[in-house]
């Protein structure tokens, strides 16, 4: 998830490096409990001198491994590989499983720092990010960002040190 040391330029420091927030955990997380007690409901209501139980045993936890698979793991492997890393020179973006895409924003080329919240966002500490530059991606919409308000000052604050030309002297 993070950017490793010998991947920063020299003078470069990592600020801080997280994930979305848990919130995206939610519904993967029910839908495990869910399937969980649909798959125990199932196998405890399949009588046990029915010829085909041992099938529809197999049946029921073949079905439920592939939702869990679906509905639980997957997202959980989206969100623990969905990676940002705020260091005094860039914005790093790092997203995938099995691929891997990885955006930087240089502090010198972001623009526009801003960040949106629904009420149930702000009770949360969490919102979108919005980051413009002028690169290639234009603007970048990040959802689900953890202490928004904290991770918008540090980033903002960065990009001033990056246009003043002094990006070593905060920690």
Known sequence: MTLPDHHLTQGERRIRAFH?????LVGPFLALILIALAAGAGLYFIPGDWEYSTYARIAVGVIALLLLTVWSFVPYLQW??????LTTHR?????????KSTDEIPMT??????SDQTFFERIL???????ESAGEKGQMLLKDIPEIQDVRAELFRLVE???????????
């Open 125 to 131: 500490g969490c919102g979108t990010l919005t980051v």
């Open 91 to 99: 914005f790093t973006i790092s997203t995938g499983v099995l691929n």
């Open 161 to 171: 040190d990056a246009s003043d030309g002094d990006i070593s002297q905060h920690d």
């Open 109 to 114: 080329k972001v623009n526009t720092v801003s």
């Open 80 to 85: 623990k590989n969905t990676g940002y890393v």
């Open 20 to 24: 979305p927030h848990w919130k995206r």
